[in-house]
């Protein structure tokens, strides 16, 4: 049976995609305009769902930061709104001209833009994700199949019901993008074995997901892998813009995986930086995991950090320190246990930072600023599918570009091949 409405929901979204590939960008930003318009006029029943949602979550006991990114307030909805129209406002990547080259047979060889065609998209907690998937995917013409996670069932349907008024409304087809109300796990392994069908899954969540996704499929994976993010404080760093930045990729948001989880404090500036860096720190309930010569510095409890620890990904007030004697050692160790993601530096010394930014192999690698701006709003991409810590075929915040690949166009004038 699953198999059966799996087969029907690629079947309607196959089709769907061959007329989204040629779509009007004026008739796709007129869809996602009233798409926003869908949620702001259904605001108060996304909130009716999403509180059931979060009562449920709490009543299993789930973390402060598992609650907050299920969570949906007047503030986020109306986010969701502002995205879709932000994403209707950018420039529409399909049949954009990459490159063009000129043969001396006078052939015209040129790179162009087009849709993946069906994408899914396995996602968890964050209902949000739905508007975003379904406005990125739209604009760059290519039909999604959502599964959601089980905890944000009714927000995610509440959202995409809202977003499916609008879009019929302004004359969309409803293939184009689909919902699986089933969150069984046979659903995740009937969309993981629909090869031919759906040409690209992306997974977003946990570890334990990603692993599931990545063995499991049959079809094309990009992962949205975990975050374990390093701030590393140079010898030169200025401590004040150093307290900023730290608190700030821990502290602003730290359920989400741009967060900081490891800070590495170089030991020429330990003595000026960690005492009230740790108390800062303490006062926001942070608990910190340091290494032996961070406890030195630290007047409130401090946990033994371990390996394990560095390779975690906490997505909650748990901080990961670690004293190191040289650029050389920190560059190291974010190898050994970055995932790839966001990684910073802190410093005024400028051939320090360049040496940072050349070594660290990471999507997005910052000096001097907050690994928390690792977004696809940030990046002015309008918002983001994932954010993408493989090497092929996108890395970083995924957007419009990053949901497109491309065909030669080649023109000619009777030319033959010799």
Not at 316 to 322: P, Q, S, T
């Amino acid at each position: 049976m699953n198999r059966d409405m799996m087969n029907e929901m690629t079947e309607k979204a196959r089709k769907a995609s061959y007329s989204l590939a040629v779509m009007s960008r004026e008739r796709k930003d007129a869809v996602l305009r009233s798409m926003a318009d869908g949620i702001e006029r259904s605001a108060a029943d996304i909130k009716k769902a999403n509180a059931i949602d979060v009562a449920a979550a709490r009543e299993k006991g789930r973390t402060g930061a598992f609650v907050d990114r299920l969570e949906l307030n007047d503030k986020r909805i109306s986010g969701m709104c502002s995205m879709l129209r932000e994403v209707a406002a950018l420039e529409d990547p399909v049949g954009k001209v990459i490159g063009t080259t000129t043969r001396p047979n006078g052939l015209v060889i040129e790179k162009v833009r087009v849709p993946i065609g069906v994408i899914g998209i396995i996602y968890e907690s964050r209902p949000n994700v739905t508007a975003d998937c379904v406005s990125l995917c739209m604009k760059s013409g290519n039909a999604v199949i959502l599964r959601g996670g089980s905890d944000a069932i009714n927000s995610n349907k509440a959202i995409y019901d809202a977003m499916r008024r609008g879009a019929v409304s302004a004359g969309m087809d409803e293939g184009a993008f689909a919902l699986v109300e089933d969150t069984s796990r046979d659903m995740v392994d009937s969309m993981l074995g629909a090869a031919g069908k759906i040409d690209l899954i992306m997974p977003r969540g946990g570890e334990a997901l990603i692993r599931e996704v990545t063995e499991k499929s049959r079809v094309p994976v990009i992962k949205h892998y975990k975050g374990i993010c390093h701030v590393y404080v140079d010898k030169d760093a200025n401590t004040d813009m150093a307290e900023n930045i730290c608190f700030n990729a821990k502290v602003q948001r730290p359920g989400v995986c741009n967060a900081m989880e490891t800070m590495l404090v170089h030991k020429d500036i330990a003595d000026a930086f960690l005492p009230g860096m740790l108390a800062k720190f303490a006062g926001a309930g942070v608990k910190i995991k340091g290494c032996v010569r961070t406890k030195k510095y630290a007047n409130i409890p401090v946990g033994t950090v371990t390996d394990e620890d560095y390779a975690t990904e906490w997505l909650d007030l748990v901080l990961n320190v670690k004293i190191v004697d040289s650029l050389d050692e920190a560059v190291g160790h974010i190898a050994r246990f970055g995932s790839g993601h966001s990684d910073a530096i802190v410093t005024e010394n400028a051939r320090a930072a360049e040496d940072f930014l050349r070594r660290v192999d990471s999507s997005a690698v910052y000096v001097n600023a907050s690994t928390r701006f690792t977004d696809g709003g940030e990046f002015g991409k309008g918002a983001e599918i994932g954010i993408s810590t493989d090497r092929l075929h996108a890395r970083g915040p995924m957007g419009l570009e990053e949901l497109t690949t491309y065909k030669y166009v080649v023109r000619g004038t009777g030319q033959i091949r010799e």
